[in-house]
């Protein structure tokens, strides 16, 4: 997505570790090692990169994170 603020325009992306390193975000080692650590262990990682430089990463535990009634849905 870009957006145009007040004439300035920015780039977001937001998405998992592999959307972030297809689209050219610029990773560094100590990010992608924790990410990588965090879903490995079953987590879910969420990232929002402003002009391509990570600004937000969420962890989600997908084990406390889902309703109950989840696995009938999907």
């Known amino acids: 997505m870009t957006r ?3 004439k300035t325009q ?3 992306l937001i998405g ?3 959307h972030l390193e297809n ?3 610029i990773l560094e080692d100590y990010l992608l090692n924790k ?3 965090l879903e ?3 987590k879910t990682v969420i990232i ?3 002009d391509n430089i990570p600004e937000v990463v969420v962890c989600l535990d997908n084990k406390t994170n889902l309703r109950p009634e ?3 849905v999907i």
């Open 10 to 12: 920015f780039k977001c």
């Open 23 to 25: 689209n050219n975000a």
């Open 40 to 42: 490995g262990r079953g």
């Open 70 to 72: 989840a696995k009938a």
């Open 4 to 6: 145009t603020t007040d």
């Open 16 to 18: 998992n570790l592999k």
């Open 48 to 50: 929002m990169a402003i």
């Open 35 to 37: 990410c990588r650590f």
